[in-house]
């Protein structure tokens, strides 16, 4: 089988970085993008499997030229990772307008018009594919301090589960969000971005201190994940949905008996609105 194409977004650190290795291991292309990707080196990479290309998310003509440039040297892209994206903490109250739109802009926006690039690549093309988004744990679930991050994880997911109803069979082209619990990157450290507490009604929360004492204490091995995104991906009929880490799983199914025994609980409203006869 010829190798696959991978074009991921956010290979800075963390798990596109991690995923870049474990597609040029495996025998694979990596197109390994950054918004300044003078900046990456990958051991295995060599001109023939790899190339590095500047990517913003929030910039059409930077992806669109992503692609092209992916086209040109590859002639296909047989996999899509959106896994650029940020972290916003604070009280929903702290946090600014502007930094609301920014955090949807990147992790929302961004994300969508990447998406479209690649289902219009791969349908033209004709050789169908995968897109993964990297979602997160609390793109199922609201997390204290993470609003507007969950806000944007959230949509991510009705989004592709709306759209992946919306694809043609024939078209081939398959869609799976990934949903991260703790992992040891720099995503609560460097990469994150707080919005401190200065109002004395949330005495109670310290995004930033929590964030501290958990960084790189986390269960989650990013390695590990990359190899799991990397198996999703080379399936027959990968899933829409896939948690990984331990306790991204216990909370995930904590949520459906949660879930499941509220729906029973209202039914009796649930089933009293229809029109009568």
């Not at 991978?6 to 650190?13: A, E, H, K, R």
């Not at 994300?111 to 690549?121: F, G, N, P, S, Y």
């Not at 729906?263 to 009796?268: G, H, I, L, M, Q």
Request: glycine content about 8%.
């Amino acid at each position: 089988m010829a190798p696959r194409v991978f074009l991921i977004t956010g290979c800075s650190t963390g798990f596109g970085n991690e995923l870049v290795k474990v597609v040029l291991s495996k025998g694979d292309y990596a197109v390994a993008t950054a918004r300044n990707s003078s900046k990456l080196s990958f051991k295995d990479a060599s001109d023939s499997n790899s190339l590095l290309v500047d990517l913003d998310v929030t910039k059409k003509d930077s992806f669109e030229k992503a692609f092209d440039a992916a086209l040109d040297k590859f002639k296909r892209v047989d996999v899509v990772v959106n896994n650029a994206g940020y972290g916003l903490a604070g009280p929903f109250e702290a946090i600014s307008e502007l930094q609301m739109r920014k955090q949807m802009e990147i992790n929302f926006f961004g994300l969508v018009d990447v998406t479209c690039k690649a289902m219009e690549t791969m349908r033209d093309l004709k050789t169908g594919g995968v897109i993964q988004q990297v979602t997160s744990i609390g793109g199922q679930m609201g997390v204290p301090g993470f609003s507007i991050y969950c806000a944007s994880k959230w949509a991510v997911e009705g989004f592709t589960e709306a759209i992946s109803k919306e694809v043609k069979p024939e078209w081939g082209i398959k869609l799976t969000c990934i949903e991260p619990g703790g992992f040891r990157t720099d995503w609560s450290g460097p990469s994150m971005e707080f919005r401190e507490v200065k109002n004395d009604a949330y005495d109670h929360m310290d995004p930033k201190k929590r964030a501290s004492d958990r960084y790189m204490k986390q269960e989650g091995d990013p390695t590990k994940a990359a190899n799991v995104f990397y198996d999703l991906a080379v399936m027959d009929d990968p899933p829409l949905r896939c948690v990984v880490e331990t306790d991204a799983y216990k909370a995930i199914n904590s949520k459906i008996e949660t879930y499941k025994e509220n729906v029973k609980k209202f039914e009796k409203y649930s089933n009293s609105t229809d029109v009568d006869g």
